[in-house]
């Protein structure tokens, strides 16, 4: 069966670093790398090219969290629970809220701080050669206004990290950080969304409709439904 979470390639787009609070600010120090057109490019991420199946009470509950203003997001959930597929799936659904884009960052590589910020700058396709890339990039991000950053795969450097996102969250009053971790950030002002396991009929319709991408004529029906059931349980319903 495919995997809840489908890697994409990342099409990156093209930021200014600016000033805090400004939106045509004085450019910061970058490297000589030629910047391509931000405004053609809003974002990131592609379709996973696969029906998005269930999760509709945890979409809700981000679209509630969006218009209240929530700054720091966290997914939490277990491995393999789809925290990546959900944040994919509601960035993709934001692009008109969000004037300055919605981006997602792969944190699978990153070893610590730099890590993160060289992925967050891949990402945003933002040169931050020289010292301070924290700050450069906390720059780069308020400069944009209403932007969402998806962070993937935090849990591994939450410990080293986290003061980071509450800087950018400062620095960058605007922006929304979306997260997906097995551990809490334990930050001021962060919301948790649980993503535990999905209930069982989600689970056999995701079965369905994956097995559908190897058979298409495959159904689940009252022959075979005990089966599939027993499947998805003993795969957690993940």
């Not at 689940?220 to 319903?237: C, H, K």
Request: hydrophobic content about 45%; some cysteine; aromatic content about 6%.
């Amino acid at each position: 069966l495919s995997a809840l979470c489908v890697p994409q390639q990342m099409t990156p787009s093209a930021p200014i670093a600016q000033g805090p609070g400004e939106a045509k600010g004085p450019t910061l120090p970058l490297t000589g790398t030629t910047l391509p057109d931000f405004e053609k490019l809003r974002t990131n991420l592609v379709s996973a090219g696969s029906r998005f199946i269930g999760r509709q009470a945890e979409l809700a509950r981000l679209d509630e969290l969006v218009a209240a203003r929530a700054r720091m997001i966290t997914l939490l959930g277990p491995a393999g629970a789809g925290k990546t597929r959900l944040a994919r799936e509601f960035g993709l659904s934001q692009g008109v809220l969000f004037a300055g884009g919605v981006w997602f960052v792969d944190l699978a590589e990153a070893t610590g701080v730099e890590g993160m910020c060289t992925a967050v700058a891949q990402a945003l396709q933002v040169p931050v050669g020289g010292s301070d890339p924290v700050t450069r990039l906390g720059y780069a991000i308020a400069g944009r206004g209403p932007t969402l950053v998806l962070i993937d795969n935090f849990e591994h450097i939450v410990d080293a990290a986290s003061p980071i996102i509450a800087q950018w969250s400062t620095m960058a009053p605007d922006a929304t950080f979306l997260i997906t971790s097995r551990e809490r950030l334990r930050l001021d002002g962060e919301t948790v969304v649980d993503v535990d396991l999905q209930p069982r009929t989600d689970a056999i319709r995701l079965f369905e409709s994956r097995a559908q991408d190897v058979s298409p004529q495959f159904t689940v029906n009252a022959e075979n439904e005990g089966a599939v059931g027993q499947i998805v349980d003993r795969l957690d319903r993940l």
